[in-house]
């Protein structure tokens, strides 16, 4: 029987795989043309399962594919590598190639006539400084002249953008010949999960398979490890429910240690202050390849662009565990809040959830107790944190105090766009969503409501709040607290106060005066 892979390349007799015949042929038309080309992808992005995949293919129409792995070579001498190169060659191709140096190793390769001959070299950047640039001049030279010789094409594959890397003007590797292998479509995602359904019988519900497409966006390693671990913890179940896959996205983002996740925290740290700005602050940021910053984060799978050329998120679920990773220490709050709680208070058989009453305890708390507690400290104990962050997250803690209390549970909804997380709060059984926001304009503002409106249509819900933090300067007329109806959406709408002199401005300049009264002493 087959399963889920989440390690290594796919082997399609043990794993589920989906053939992508339409990705194969782009890349056997490639080699037909004698390009020589690059596949770039994050790990866990099935690059590695797609080149097998595209070798066994081209192996049948008369190619003869050596497939090469330079993940160790970082480190190794010169002698090292081109010892194992040549074994590998010689494994595959049946030549001897003695004790040839890399540019002899390939002059004897152009020597070869009269066969088809592919070469595969994947985890590029595991090569040395040292010796990669006599390789890369070595496959120039070979590539001027592949019209009269048998190595028809040369493929590079990496995790990072290899014609960034290796581009200048004799390059062989043109930027426009690198193969991008997508994210799985939500076609190919359903075909994926189909394949376990008809081979062992265990059903995914239609709201699984939906909830899978999203929060994965369709990274292949992801959609892999959801259907790995929905089967691993529930081997019993005949249908997985949206309460199993909920224990998963769980899993995902507070309990386990996932790789992929935890590589994609660690990218997130290298540019933490633009990853918080990104995940706090909705306002549109456009897309710029050449900022050291995008370019980064972009190769490392955390964002992309949208149809407006502005940066996005790439995968619902990084950004969900970014936010738990960056947000505010809550220093002490949550207890704060317990002890004020009483049950009757919010909650009743006969009449539910008083969410209304919940919100106005929430702005009283605010109020008094301000939002300086949220901010991010360094290690000396400076404030460092952004307001953003500071005041959505002193709501999200206050929720998640109330629902330990109560027993209910709430899940963050990242969009992948910038500035979209809609809290959902389940509470005995009824749901509900609350939007936490920035008021920025009145257009924002507005906007705001009618997104909101849709997305809880989309859920089949019939209400929802919209809770917007402004700040004690802003008078603006839009600002009213009121419940409407917008698109068949009962929406009401509370105003959060905050005093930026008070709760930012005033603990921040203490801290600058400490630190230079420490400096001077």
Same mark, same amino acid.
């Given at each position: ?58 192996? /049948? ?24 190169? !040549? ?205 050291? !910053? ?43 809040? !317990? ?169 921040? !300049? ?6 230079? /009264?420490?400096?001077?002493?």
């Amino acid at each position: 029987m087959r399963t889920f892979n989440t390690s290594g390349p796919n082997i399609p007799s043990e794993h589920y795989t989906i053939s992508r015949q339409d990705l194969i042929e782009k890349g056997v038309n490639l080699v037909k043309k004698a390009r020589y080309f690059t596949i770039w992808a994050p790990r866990q992005t099935g690059k590695s399962t797609y080149f097998r995949l595209l070798a066994a293919e081209l192996n /049948k129409q008369g190619y003869e594919v050596a497939h090469i792995n330079c993940e160790n070579y970082k480190d190794e001498t010169k002698e090292v590598f081109l010892k194992t190169f !040549r074994d590998e060659l010689q494994s595959f191709w049946q030549v001897d190639f003695e004790d040839a140096g890399i540019a002899e190793t390939f002059h004897k390769i152009t020597r070869i006539k009269n066969r088809k001959l592919v070469l595969i070299i994947d985890e590029i950047e595991g090569i040395s400084p040292e010796y990669f640039s006599g390789l890369l001049h070595s496959i120039r030279a070979t590539y001027h002249s592949r019209t009269e010789h048998c190595l028809k094409s040369v493929i590079l594959v990496g995790v990072s953008n290899i014609t960034g890397v290796i581009q200048d003007n004799a390059s062989p590797f043109n930027t426009n010949d690198n193969l991008n292998v997508p994210y799985f479509t939500k076609a190919e995602i359903l075909e994926l999960l189909k394949m376990h359904e008809d081979e062992t019988g265990q059903l995914f519900s239609p709201e699984v398979k939906e909830k899978i497409a999203y929060i994965t966006a369709g990274q292949p390693g992801l959609v892999n490890g959801f259907g790995y671990n929905l089967v691993e913890t529930f081997p019993k179940e005949k249908e997985f429910q949206y309460a199993q896959y909920l224990e998963i996205e769980r899993n995902y983002t507070t309990r386990y240690i996932d790789k992929n996740i935890s590589n994609i925290i660690n990218k997130g740290k290298q540019h933490r202050q633009f990853i918080e700005k990104l995940l706090f602050d909705e306002r549109k940021k456009a897309f710029n390849i050449y900022d050291e !910053r995008i370019k980064f984060l972009t190769v490392n799978g955390l964002i992309t662009f949208d149809e407006n050329d502005n940066i996005i998120f790439n995968v619902p679920l990084y950004k969900k565990c970014l936010q738990i990773a960056f947000a505010p220490p809550l220093n002490g709050e949550s207890e704060q809040i !317990r002890k004020n709680l009483e049950l009757s208070d919010y909650f009743s058989p006969e009449k539910g959830l008083n969410i209304d009453k919940i919100i106005r305890n929430y702005q009283s708390y605010a109020k008094k107790r301000g939002f300086r507690y949220f901010m991010q400290k360094d290690e000396n104990g400076k404030n460092t944190g952004l307001i953003e962050a500071a005041l959505v997250h002193s709501f999200d803690t206050y929720i998640q105090s109330f629902l330990e209390v109560f027993e209910g549970k709430s899940y963050l909804e990242p969009h992948v766009a910038l500035g979209r997380s809609d809290l959902i709060i389940n509470m005995q059984g009824t749901e509900f969503v609350i939007e936490a926001k920035i008021f920025r304009d009145s257009t924002q503002f507005k906007k705001g409501k009618l997104q909101l409106a849709y997305y809880i249509n989309s859920l089949g819900l019939k209400t929802g709040i919209y809770l917007v933090f402004a700040d004690t300067e802003t008078t603006n007329s839009v600002l009213v607290e009121q419940a409407e109806t917008i698109q068949n959406v009962e929406i009401t709408t509370y105003i959060v106060r905050y005093d930026v002199e008070k709760d930012f401005t005033e603990d921040l !300049r203490k801290a600058e005066k400490r630190t230079t /009264k420490k400096t001077k002493n």
